[in-house]
């Protein structure tokens, strides 16, 4: 067992949401909650795993979330659930995220039965603007993470010296921060976001450079860009960005999408709000 504090702090949190070891945890297969998973089952605790399938959510971050859980031998139960139906998420309010929360962790409470409900919320999640930890908080959901005062960095640490596998993997999240606050939100362009994302994360893969964050967004009804951290398409040669243009063209919605290097690529939505209101 390994001795680092960190691990301490979460195994006397756990200990505290769960006295007789048994719980379950939402789970979408991304860092927060693959780590809250493995490290659960590391200190000895016995867990479900409750993965949302929808709209919202690629297939493929579905099917590699379903793999992980079936490889690691987790006990894992899928729900189908559409957020869509809702018209604060339909239109993409600002809070679309507390109406979005509220209606799929009250599915997943009931699915938990017995169990306590936790989620991959860590402590850096806590300074920035996130209306869904409004949701989480009214329906009593735990975050270990959070309260062990474990930031994102402590999970990539402390997920490495317990042999989680990809430790470094990147943020991956929802797809609805991909369009434009207040415009009606099509289904066919969360499927034909997720499918290109899914083609140009497996090309960049395959050029052994490390991650290349990117973000395939839709910045007004007719056009998308393609937001790429500056500091990653720096590392790409000419001939590899090329390559990934063709790429991208080769999908109709995005044919015409523009390059557009970023020094910070989360939030872009919420900053064009905060310079509107000014």
């Known amino acids: 067992m390994n001795n680092d ?3 301490s ?11 007789d070891k048994r719980l379950a945890i939402a789970f979408s297969g991304g860092l927060d909650s693959r780590f809250l998973s493995f490290a659960a089952k590391y200190l000895g605790y016995t867990v479900k795993l409750l993965t949302v ?7 493929e971050e579905t099917a590699e979330a379903v793999q992980w859980a079936q490889d690691k031998g987790f006990e894992m139960e899928l729900l189908d659930l559409n957020p869509l139906q809702m018209k604060a998420v339909e239109f993409n309010h600002t809070d679309r995220c507390y109406f979005c929360k509220k209606h799929l962790f009250l599915e997943l ?3 938990a039965a017995d169990l306590p409900l936790c989620d991959g919320t860590n402590h850096s999640d806590l300074s920035h603007y996130r209306p869904g930890l409004k949701a989480l908080s009214e329906l009593k959901i735990h975050s270990p993470l959070a309260e062990a005062e474990f930031s994102k960095q402590d999970n990539r640490e402390v997920g490495a010296l317990i042999s989680l596998d990809h430790w470094d993997q990147a943020a991956r999240p929802c797809m609805l921060t991909r369009l434009p606050y207040n415009q009606k939100v099509l289904a066919s362009d969360l499927t034909a976001i ?10 960049f893969a395959g050029l052994n450079k490390g991650e290349i964050r990117f973000r395939l967004r839709k910045v007004s009804p007719e056009t998308f860009e393609m937001h790429i951290q500056r500091e ?3 590392r790409l040669s000419e001939e590899e960005r090329t390559e990934a243009e063709h790429l991208l063209a080769s999908f109709p919605l995005f044919a015409s999408a523009q390059w ?3 020094e910070k690529l989360s939030g872009y939505f919420d900053r064009l709000l905060g ?4």
């Open 232 to 234: 990653d398409f720096k």
């Open 260 to 262: 557009k290097p970023m």
């Open 53 to 59: 399938r929808g709209p919202h959510i690629s297939a």
């Open 275 to 278: 310079q509107k209101a000014h």
């Open 194 to 203: 997720g499918e290109t994302e899914t083609a140009m994360n497996r090309f």
């Open 109 to 111: 409470k009931r699915r």
């Open 5 to 7: 504090p960190r691990l």
């Open 9 to 19: 702090r979460l195994e006397k949190v756990l200990a505290e949401i769960a006295p």
